[in-house]
């Protein structure tokens, strides 16, 4: 009864703020005001359906069925909060570096609004919503910083690695779940990710924890296992529109289990699903009403050109090369080496979930499978940091395929008594820890560290330039009053008529080539390459030239 009053407590709120809101003094439309109160009163009535007709706690599916362990308090809390607060630590170190690129644009568009502020502007898919919204609110608490925007994916990042544990031993043993939780605490990319001031480690987050409550709302079909799923994969979406893929993969699957095991499933189950999936649907759709309009406006008018890779071949070097800097920097035959047997250990682990449930197998592979049939219809370029999603499940599959193969080798050599299986995930998992450092070593874009070069190395007088998607990141954040910013080949020569010295300076090189080919050629011909700056962002190397009299 405590929760049916709370919830009906929220829904005579809501009503009461669909008809009695004042519009703020904000620039929104009229129309998209008129959505919002509508989808005010839809949430009302929604939470009014669970107060009123879902009955839960009755009717779930066998964990079996699920292909779940029947859930058991936890018994390595000292473990997990010691790798909770190692995770902490790690993604703290050097959250003061340069900002990349699209932290920039981040900051500059959205993360400087006020609050109520971010949730009615969406002008490029540069805005992950409810991001921007923590960051706002981050920057305006603590001032506007490197490490004030990235905050909030630093707490993101270890909730995400508890959300994993929490998932992990659903399906794993407890010392699985253990080893798991450790490989992504020590993993660079989830590091890296933990420190950008965007919403991916959001994402990754809300889908662990949403999943969570996925399976145990199936085994016991209780309405707060519901709601919480409701709640994360709301908040999953509004992060980063991704998420989506995950919520239809789970609908799709549930879907498939109602078919499966149709004598099994009851109504209430049916009702509590249905529920959950219109509360999901709804929840977004508010929280996306104030810059509807936009979003439809963009994604049918924006230039493409340069966003993503198209070419599956260009994609996977990206891929490899996004790898290779969380592999120590080994040469491209190594990191192709192991990336085979990366893959094979995935399979293994596959192979492994698909013999105990067909539903994990395909919580795993559904979103990503999704994910490419929407880019193939959609004719939308590719980053494979759309897929990250997908890579606590990656870490679940790589923990489960090495503790297979250890103890298949084991078995079959005596001496090594079933221990072999543990030493590779532990020495995994050193392997993993090693690489986190670099990146400490550079930022994500170096961009203070070329004006530095440039400062140091100038005479009065020079003119100093930047080109590109250079130009926004110096503009507009890091240097904009003591730079020019040229767009067209005229404009640079106009500059090189003052007969001083013309440095200049760009990144992104496929951007150049494919956005501004005739300026970049011209700085290949005219100028000499002079510092060469690398960050850990792939393709993100500051390039500084110049040009004498």
Request: hydrophobic residues 50%; positive net charge.
């Amino acid at each position: 009864m405590k929760l049916q009053s709370v919830l009906v407590s929220i829904a005579v709120m809501l009503f009461a703020a669909a008809l009695f809101l004042p519009k703020p003094a904000l620039p929104v439309g009229d129309a998209e005001w008129g959505l919002l109160r509508l989808c005010l009163v839809v949430d009302g009535g929604w939470l009014l359906a669970w107060a009123w007709l879902a009955k839960g706690g009755t009717s779930g599916l066998s964990a079996r069925v699920v292909g779940v362990i029947e859930p058991r308090p936890p018994v390595s809390w000292r473990w997990l909060m010691a790798l909770l607060g190692v995770g902490t630590v790690l993604r703290v170190i050097g959250l003061n570096q340069d900002f990349w690129i699209d932290e920039i644009a981040t900051v500059v568009h959205y993360l400087r609004r006020p609050f109520w502020e971010t949730f009615t502007v969406y002008g490029t898919a540069n805005q992950h919503m409810l991001y921007s919204a923590l960051g706002s609110l981050s920057i305006s608490t603590f001032g506007e910083s490197e490490w004030s925007a990235r905050l909030p994916a630093v707490i993101l990042g270890v909730i995400c690695l508890a959300g994993l544990y929490a998932l992990a031993r659903l399906v794993m043993s407890e010392k699985q779940a253990l080893f798991a939780t450790a490989l992504l605490t020590f993993s660079y990319h989830h590091v890296w990710f933990s420190q950008n001031a965007r919403g991916y480690s959001g994402m990754m987050a809300a889908v662990v924890w949403s999943t969570t409550f996925f399976l145990y709302a199936l085994v016991y079909n209780r309405r707060r296992d519901w709601l919480a799923y409701t709640l994360t994969m709301t908040c999953g979406i509004l992060m980063l529109q991704n998420t989506a893929f995950v919520f239809a993969s789970h609908g799709v699957l549930f879907g498939v289990l109602v078919l499966m095991y149709r004598k099994q499933v009851r109504k209430p189950l049916l009702l509590s699903a249905a529920l959950s999936a219109f509360g999901t649907a709804a929840l977004t759709l508010t929280g996306y009403s104030l810059t509807l309009p936009q979003i439809i406006n963009w994604y049918a008018t924006e230039d493409r050109t340069g966003l993503g890779w198209t070419n599956v071949g260009e994609f996977l070097e990206v891929v490899i090369n996004g790898l290779q800097a969380g592999l120590n920097l080994l040469p491209p035959p190594i990191t192709i080496l192991l990336l085979i047997v990366a893959g094979v250990i995935l399979g293994v682990g596959l192979i492994t979930f698909w013999r105990e449930s067909r539903l994990i197998t395909g919580l795993i592979l559904f979103p990503p499978l999704f994910n490419v049939l929407a880019l193939i219809v959609l004719r939308i370029g590719a980053y494979p940091r759309s897929f990250l999603y997908f890579l606590p499940l990656v870490v679940i599959l790589i923990v489960r395929g090495t503790m297979v193969i250890g103890d298949w080798i084991s078995a079959r050599i005596p001496a090594l008594n079933q221990r072999l299986g543990t030493a590779l995930v532990i020495l995994g998992i050193a392997a993993s820890a090693a690489s986190v450092p670099l990146n400490y070593l550079r930022p994500k874009q170096d961009y203070t560290g070329a004006l530095r070069y440039v400062e140091t190395n100038r005479s009065a007088g020079d003119v100093v330039a930047a080109v590109g998607l250079a130009v926004g990141s110096y503009r507009d954040y890091y240097a904009p009053d003591n730079m020019d910013f040229p767009e067209t080949i005229a404009d640079l020569q106009a500059l090189e008529a003052s007969n001083q010295p013309v440095w200049v300076l760009y990144t992104f090189p496929r951007d150049m080539r494919l956005r501004f080919s005739d300026l970049y050629d011209y700085v290949q011909n005219e100028y000499e390459l002079v510092a060469v700056l690398p960050g850990t962002l792939s393709d993100g190397t500051l390039y500084v030239t110049r040009r004498l009299p």
